[in-house]
């Protein structure tokens, strides 16, 4: 290991059962992060892994009649051996807290903190949640249930160790107004401002009647408590008392993610144990928000977990990736469905995506012989040049502020860029115009260099579609360094072959395909074969389709491509969302008719109702509304 390193933790999770999308969500936001900071040429320090003791895993263990060890094992491995793997997480190291190595250096720090007076020997009175595997003081329950969860907490009167949190309290204020940035998002450092405002009990860390735990150095009736132990994983995997050089490149970590719920553990004991410890704390630590299924987090002990595993199964690794990148706000709650995914998926990269890749492709074939281009400086071609460029320094930015969310939408704006590019420009225009040869040129080239541009900037984020992108480009698939993402690397006068689409077109399977009605673009998606298979008159039928009579249009605010239709089917109005806008002005719509698929499912689309698809053409990037070609009254049938 070099200099210094990049070091970023996951928390590390309970084995009380297999894990869910939500660990997933973490730990796949810690791997874009290190692939990034990789691809930077830093040295990184990725680490995740598992919380083996305390009470919860040992009354698990005992309902199933085997013992912890067997327990944990058996979960442990499907997770390190098969979930990890399955969603391509690239940790550099697996910390159990099993470990012998690990037990060592909990035992280590805990007699020092013994020896300085910062542990002392007690009484416990109090309550205790179970399911998080924390101590409540009176003060801070009601009902006899957890402030934080609200589930029931149990009574526990023991003889107890104490670590002097209270000793503490005056630094750690002064270390969160000293540095904002240490607990993120800002709103949950105002949180814990106040919490430690109000005083901090010392904190009691044994157990006594629990055995399924490090023990007590010299007190064999207690057992250290599981989140003493296990915040110290981020000291022991980083080599801390048994691998002093590799310990003074990694310390402090850079970043360290976690679920809100447990923020409080990281921005209060944490600090203070390392502040007892004489060592530098960490430059951040990260609350993310939760994935909810409705109002409801989505846990192991609420029964609606979403195995990753079946998802990636179901729909491939860079979907499921994707969508728990790009879908909610990096710190805020997000709600997870399965139609979610599938329309991400569609909309983003078969749609935008595949299709830039599609067309661009299926026009250097058309219009260049399949030969890539040159550009060619004197001619004048600075628009996607400039978004690149911007869209590049945005990622970055996005990335060292942990804005994920934000960093993955930059590289769309350059998807979306491209494609509104080639409408702009036309290039089939281009093509027939007499002297437009080296124009049309530069906007190929411009189009395929954004293509590699984007595979470069997408490659902290998804596993194989940026290898699929740079093969069809003709590059080799790996992206080295980040700096591949600068403009102007792609190599002139090699033959692309015919690409094979992107993305298949997903349906939310097991259920009703709702999800492509809320496909907003009219063209249709790259994976749609030339020649559909045969279908039957009675097939045909179940379409129910009709003229109808566009009454109002309006661009929906915020979006490049939507518009709203108010539509009339003579004896009925309703309202469609349609992928348009980048074709027709939205007011040249109204009057005209159109044809619209009547018993489509609604679905919303930007929080929009849309109850119905209009039909429109669309080939080499240009795009036509179906009508009828005679007058007819709205509401006809079209069969
Ligand atoms: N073992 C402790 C952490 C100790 S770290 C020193 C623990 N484990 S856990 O198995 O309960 O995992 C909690 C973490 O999983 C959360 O902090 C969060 O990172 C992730 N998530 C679990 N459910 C989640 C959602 N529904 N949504 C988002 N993340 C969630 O707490």
């Given amino acids: 290991m070099g200099e210094r390193c990049w070091y970023v933790t996951t928390p590390i999770y309970y084995p009380s ?49 085997v013992s912890a060890s067997l327990f944990v094992d058996g979960i442990v491995g499907r997770i390190r051996d098969e979930l990890w793997p399955t969603l391509g997480i690239s940790h550099d190291r697996f910390i159990r807290t099993t470990d012998p190595n690990h037990v060592r250096v909990v035992q280590a720090i805990f007699e020092r903190l013994k020896d300085q007076g910062d542990i002392y020997f007690g009484t416990y009175e109090g309550w205790y949640c179970l399911p998080d595997e924390s101590f409540w003081p009176d003060s801070k329950v009601r009902d006899a249930t957890c402030p934080e969860c609200g589930r029931p907490v149990e009574r526990v009167q023991q003889p107890s160790y104490f670590f002097r949190l209270s000793r503490y309290q005056d630094r750690l204020r002064q270390h969160l107004v000293d540095h904002p940035d240490f607990v993120q998002p800002s709103s949950r450092l105002n949180e814990m401002v106040n919490f430690v405002e109000q005083g901090l009990e010392d904190l009691s860390v044994s157990r006594a009647g629990v055995g399924w735990g490090i023990g007590v150095p010299g007190d064999p009736a207690h057992t250290i408590y599981v989140w003493f132990d296990a915040l110290i994983s981020y000291l022991t995997a980083a080599g801390y008392l048994t691998a002093p050089q590799e310990f ?48 409801t987090k989505i846990g192991k002990s609420l029964g609606n977990v979403i195995d990753p595993i079946q998802l990636v199964q179901k729909y491939g690794v860079d979907p499921v990736r994707y969508f728990l990148l790009r879908e909610v706000p990096f710190g805020a709650d997000g709600t997870y469905t399965e139609e979610a995914l599938v329309r991400r998926t569609n909309v983003d990269l078969a749609n935008d995506l595949g299709n830039l890749l599609h067309r661009t492709i299926a026009m250097v074939r058309r219009f260049n012989d399949g030969f890539v281009p040159p550009f060619r400086p004197g001619i004048a071609e600075p628009g996607l040049e400039r978004v690149a460029d911007e869209v590049r320094r945005d990622v970055a930015e996005c990335l060292e502020a942990v804005e994920l969310n934000r960093a993955v939408d930059a590289v769309g704006r350059l998807v979306r860029a491209a494609n509104k590019f080639i409408e702009d420009r036309q290039p089939w225009a281009l093509y027939r115009e007499p002297g437009a040869r080296e124009q049309l040129d530069n906007v190929l080239y411009s189009l395929l260099e954004s293509l590699r541009v984007v595979s470069v900037l997408l490659s902290p984020f998804l596993l194989e579609t940026p290898g699929r992108i740079r093969r069809q480009l003709g590059l080799r698939p790996e992206v080295a360094t980040w700096d591949e993402a600068k403009w102007g690397q792609l190599p002139v006068g090699h033959h692309l072959e015919e690409g094979t689409p992107l993305f298949p077109r997903l349906e939310a399977l097991g259920r009703q395909a709702t999800a492509s009605a809320a496909e907003p673009a009219a063209a249709p998606s790259p994976a749609a074969p030339a020649t559909p298979s045969t279908i039957t008159i009675e097939e045909f039928g179940r379409l129910d389709l009709r003229v109808a009579r566009v009454e109002a249009a309006e661009r929906v605010a915020g979006t490049d491509r939507l518009v709203k239709l108010t539509l009339s089917l003579g004896d009925s109005t309703r309202q469609v969302v349609s992928g348009i806008a980048q074709h027709y002005q939205a007011e040249s719509l109204v009057g005209r008719s159109v044809v619209v698929v009547a018993n489509l499912a609604p679905t919303k689309l930007r929080g929009i109702v849309s109850e119905g698809m209009v039909l429109a053409a669309s080939e080499g990037g240009q795009l036509a509304l179906v009508g009828p070609l005679d007058p007819i009254a709205p509401g006809a049938r079209v069969k």
Avoid: C
Wanted: proline residues 5%.
């Fill in 248 to 295: 003074q490149a990694a310390w402090p970590p850079d970043v360290q993610l976690m679920g809100k719920e447990i923020v409080r553990f990281h921005a209060v004991t944490w600090p203070i144990l390392l502040m007892a410890l004489d060592l530098p704390l960490p430059a951040r630590v990260f609350g993310h928000g939760w994935l909810l299924i409705g109002d």
């Fill in 17 to 65: 059962a297999d894990l869910h999308i939500g660990h997933a969500y973490t730990t796949v936001a810690a791997d874009a992060l290190s692939r990034y900071h990789r691809l930077r040429g830093q040295d990184v320090l990725f680490v995740t892994g598992t919380d083996e003791h305390g009470q919860k895993i040992e009354r698990s263990a005992a309902e199933r009649g």
